[in-house]
């Protein structure tokens, strides 16, 4: 059974930093896409940060300049440091690991951005 466990949401001001991390049990994934996505209030869940085990990375134009996205294979986890936050990155964040034809989400951690 493969679990994603995400850790590091809460309520920040604008122009704080957070950390999200996310950890993964049950199995070990020797290549695999990790990443963040993102769901707000009333639209549909995007992607915003994404990593191969190779460490090949991408991030949504939002996250550019104020995202890192890191992962550690050896512990299967991702992390995501968020600078320069804005309240309009207010929302949902989930863990989001693809292997082959595998799919595995996490619970969700909520961010909020406001003062």
């Known amino acids: 059974q493969v679990q994603l466990v995400e850790s590091g949401g809460g309520l920040v001001q604008p122009g704080g930093s957070l950390r999200l991390s996310c950890a993964a049990s049950g199995r070990v994934f020797r290549s695999s896409t990790m990443g963040w996505y993102r769901q707000a209030p009333g639209k549909q869940r995007e992607v915003v940060a994404t990593?191969?085990?190779?460490?090949?990375?991408n991030y949504a134009d939002s996250a550019k300049g104020r995202f890192t996205i890191s992962r550690d294979n050896a512990k299967n986890t991702v992390d995501l440091q968020m600078n320069s936050l804005k309240p309009e990155d207010t929302a949902v964040y989930y863990c989001h690991v693809a292997s082959g034809w595998d799919v595995y989400w996490g619970q969700g951690t909520q961010v909020t951005v406001s003062s």
């Open positions: 990593i191969t085990t190779g460490g090949w990375i």
